[in-house]
């Protein structure tokens, strides 16, 4: 029996550190609730956006990376991050990104959700679906979206596989999800019970090419466990199914184990603590550079490697 309870975080790769600020913060509205550095190369920053308070399974979180290539979209790689907008408040959406210079078109049915699609301004692909769907989420005050239409958390993913029979085996047998819909190639699976941020979907392509991670391109998908013994009988699981999960890791807000799923996708499963408020008080949050225990000592060169940034003005 799997532990996992849901998306926890997803990483994506993005270009220049301050247009991701402006377009994370300023036009989605969601809260920077830690400025840090990527652990396994501190020159990067590594920028973790979400609700009031840095809930689990709210968190989209980049490495701005401008000097890469543009990443490709193709088997292997999660290719979209769907966000949990209020019901009702696409048409609020769609206005805000058209105004910010996003293209948008109109609004699709997926799932029998509303779901509005566009890329960011680093080619990324998301969506917005609008659900009423219960969330453990908190809006910002301090927002520039009103707390009627923020982002509510991570809704979905979706991953293009080489072998969906493998794949499925392995997030079914591993990690606890069931089959729950199929439409227009797409197979939806839930974890959990199901619902926002407990979805997961799969579509098969054998002909398509490699993807390749690069700037606009999703890096990792992180899922939701409770706690440390949690994550320890889930990474025996993946071990069973040879997927060479990593040793557990202390990435200090939260504990984390990285493999790849057969399809090769990078996964994790991370811990839902101790959370972003271990080394910041909840009111300031993101507000400075904070490094974990081990790289503190090099903050001065770090500090000065990484290109400034100022948070948006409120829009
Ligand atoms: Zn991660």
């Given at each position: 029996?799997?532990?996992?309870?849901?998306?926890?975080?997803?990483?994506?790769?993005?270009?220049?550190?301050?247009?991701?600020?402006?377009?994370?913060?300023?036009?989605?509205?969601?809260?920077?609730?830690?400025?840090?550095?990527?652990?396994?190369?501190?020159?990067?920053?590594?920028?973790?956006?979400?609700?009031?308070?840095?809930?689990?399974?709210?968190?989209?979180?980049?490495?701005?990376?401008?000097?890469l290539p543009k990443g490709r979209r193709g088997?292997?790689?999660?290719?979209?991050?769907?966000?949990?907008?209020?019901?009702?408040?696409?048409?609020?959406?769609?206005?805000?990104?058209?105004?910010?210079?996003?293209?948008?078109?109109?609004?699709?049915?997926?799932?029998?959700e509303e779901t509005l699609l566009f890329e960011d301004p680093h080619g990324l692909s998301v969506a917005l679906v609008a659900t009423d769907d219960p969330r453990d989420s908190t809006p910002?005050?301090?927002?520039?979206?009103?707390?009627?239409?923020?982002?509510?958390?991570?809704?979905?993913?979706?991953?293009?596989?080489?072998?969906?029979?493998?794949?499925?085996?392995?997030?079914?047998?591993?990690?606890?999800?069931?089959?729950?819909?199929?439409?227009?190639?797409?197979?939806?699976?839930?974890?959990?019970?199901?619902?926002?941020?407990?979805?997961?979907?799969?579509?098969?392509?054998?002909?398509a090419p490699r993807g390749t991670w690069g700037v606009g391109s999703i890096h990792h998908v992180a899922f939701r466990v409770p706690d440390d013994s949690t994550e320890l009988a889930v990474r025996g699981d993946i071990e069973e199914f040879r997927r060479q999960p990593t040793p557990v890791i202390d990435r200090f807000w939260f504990k984390s184990v990285y493999f790849k799923e057969p399809g090769g996708a990078l996964f994790e499963i991370a811990t839902d603590g101790p959370g972003f408020a271990v080394d910041e008080s909840l009111e300031t949050l993101g507000e400075t550079l904070v490094l974990p225990p081990w790289l503190e000592p090099q903050r001065a060169e770090i500090e000065a490697a990484l290109p400034k940034v100022r948070m948006p003005v409120a829009s």
């Open positions: 029996m799997s532990g996992v309870t849901g998306l926890h975080h997803v990483t994506a790769i993005s270009g220049d550190a301050q247009e991701n600020l402006d377009f994370y913060a300023g036009v989605m509205g969601m809260r920077l609730v830690k400025r840090s550095v990527n652990q396994d190369s501190p020159g990067t920053y590594h920028f973790f956006y979400a609700d009031a308070e840095g809930s689990p399974g709210t968190d989209l979180t980049f490495f701005p990376w401008p000097d088997a292997g790689i999660t290719t979209e991050v769907a966000l949990a907008v209020p019901g009702g408040s696409l048409s609020y959406w769609r206005e805000r990104l058209t105004g910010a210079g996003i293209e948008v078109g109109e609004p699709v049915v997926r799932f029998s910002w005050a301090a927002s520039p979206v009103p707390p009627q239409y923020q982002v509510r958390g991570l809704h979905v993913t979706r991953l293009v596989t080489r072998d969906l029979t493998a794949t499925t085996q392995f997030i079914m047998g591993a990690m606890g999800y069931v089959r729950n819909a199929e439409e227009d190639g797409w197979h939806r699976f839930a974890v959990n019970g199901g619902g926002s941020g407990k979805w997961l979907d799969l579509r098969e392509d054998r002909e």
